[in-house]
């Protein structure tokens, strides 16, 4: 399992770039310090994704272990840095725009919490290898809907 953790993990970090591109990459100063601060901790995260498992199959366990302690920080920060974006977000929604897309709002709320909590029961669960590195892997999954969402509304016609 691990080798695959990092391989899906490359992949991920290969579509963040395409995803990206257009409405975040292409234009850098456009963004806010939240949005920033996100995406830095986002690509951390990923690459940790990578190094970690690596890490397990080449039985670095020191290594893995010290990773793992500044990989709670770059999670944390990311959690919190998703939740300021996604209220930044809806903060600057008008009322009208609030009604029109306010069935969204849900979303990155959600993908973040879901983050967050797979990091933290991977954490309580670190004395349980197996049961870690899948919690560790189910951090991933909250990242497929923003990339897969992005790549969808800019790269294919609309549905």
Do not use: N
């Not at 080798?3 to 290969?14: D, Q, S, Y």
């Not at 397990?56 to 919190?80: D, E, M, P």
């Not at 309580?124 to 969808?152: E, K, N, Q, S, Y």
């Amino acid at each position: 399992m691990p080798l695959r953790l990092a391989a899906a993990a490359a992949a991920m970090l290969v579509l963040v770039a395409f995803a990206f591109w257009p409405a975040y990459l292409s234009r850098l100063g456009a963004a806010d310090g939240y949005t920033h601060a996100h995406a830095v901790l986002g690509t951390g995260w990923l690459l940790l994704l990578i190094a970690q498992p690596l890490l397990v199959h080449r039985r670095a366990g020191r290594a893995h272990r010290a990773l793992g302690r500044l990989g709670q920080v770059v999670g944390a920060a990311f959690f919190v840095t998703g939740e300021l974006t996604a209220h930044r977000g809806l903060a600057r929604k008008s009322a009208e725009q609030l009604a029109r897309e306010g069935y969204f709002v849900y979303l990155p709320l959600s993908m973040s919490l879901i983050f967050g909590a797979a990091l933290l029961l991977g954490v309580l669960w670190r004395a349980a290898p197996a049961v870690h590195g899948r919690f560790m892997a189910c951090t991933a999954v909250p990242l497929l809907d923003p990339l897969i969402a992005r790549a969808l509304y800019h790269f294919f016609p609309p549905l």
